[in-house]
């Protein structure tokens, strides 16, 4: 697989080293990846943390995006600015917009049909959080008529529930927070999300319990709007040394992230 990532990613790779190497291809390749003069990096808001959700301080962003997009404008030599979003649908909706430059976000091929994804750096497990007293023990019991599962709007996570529940209910909602205090009412059955982030809110919700099995496996990735094949060429040199020289290991780091594994894929 890795043989087969570089073989596509190479002409880019080199076009972009030949650019950076005088002022004129450096220029150029600002020109298109931070035509503001700041690299613009589309993040999501939530307390869920993570790999892909960033959140609020008290001053300014937090979260491993955001680190991430900071790395590169400092390569890039160019001040970052953060566009914040309340979920992962909301930022692909934007790219027709023009209003961010790069994002870290999960992939799926609808997606894919909508801005060009570089390396992938995240692998998660999706599963369902039950409310507290829920007889729901496994998907079986989970996936029945009058069963209420919510999942954040118009994301990669919704797609993956929607397609394998066959009887229950899918909703999308905009915010985490919104499903956070749902789950917690006992006015919805289920959460859809991945693991890891699951396993944490159930610390946070008493009798709440995270499904043992997994629907779908999420994987997050830079991205960049269509049509940007010099920003593209940076942005899979830029991951793929951060994956190799510790600088995401450092990002999961400073993010609470310390004891998960870096999973990536590399295609």
Do not use: C
Not at 17 to 30: F, Q, R, S, V
């Amino acid at each position: 697989m890795f043989k087969q990532f570089w073989s596509g990613m190479s002409g880019l790779l080199v076009g972009l080293a030949i650019m950076t190497t005088t002022p004129a291809g450096a220029d150029a390749l600002k020109d298109e990846i931070a035509p503001t003069g700041k690299l613009r990096v589309a993040i999501a808001i939530s307390p869920a943390g993570g790999a892909f959700w960033s959140t609020k301080t008290e001053t300014g962003y937090a979260g491993v995006p955001v680190d991430l997009g900071k790395a590169m404008a400092e390569q890039l030599g160019v001040p970052v600015e953060y566009v914040a979003h309340n979920n992962s649908g909301q930022i692909v909706d934007a790219v027709s917009k023009g209003t961010w430059d790069i994002t870290f976000l999960p992939k799926d091929p609808e997606r894919e049909g909508r801005m060009a994804f570089g390396p992938i750096y995240e692998v998660a497990d999706a599963t369902y959080i039950v409310k507290p007293g829920s007889q729901v023990t496994n998907f079986a019991t989970l996936d029945q008529p009058g069963i209420k599962v919510a999942a954040v709007n118009n994301t990669t996570t919704m797609r993956g529930a929607i397609a394998h529940l066959k009887n229950a209910k899918v909703t999308g909602y905009q915010t985490y927070d919104e499903i956070f205090g749902l789950l917690k009412g006992g006015e919805i059955d289920a959460f859809a999300l991945s693991r890891d982030q699951l396993n944490a809110m159930a610390k946070q919700i008493p009798g709440t319990r995270v499904l043992d099995e997994t629907f779908k496996q999420t994987v997050t990735a830079v991205a960049v709007p269509p049509n940007h094949p010099q920003s593209l060429a940076f942005a899979v040199k830029f991951l793929t040394e951060a994956i190799a020289n510790g600088t995401l290991r450092k990002a999961y780091d400073n993010n609470g992230l310390k004891d998960r594994p870096v999973r990536t894929q590399t295609n």
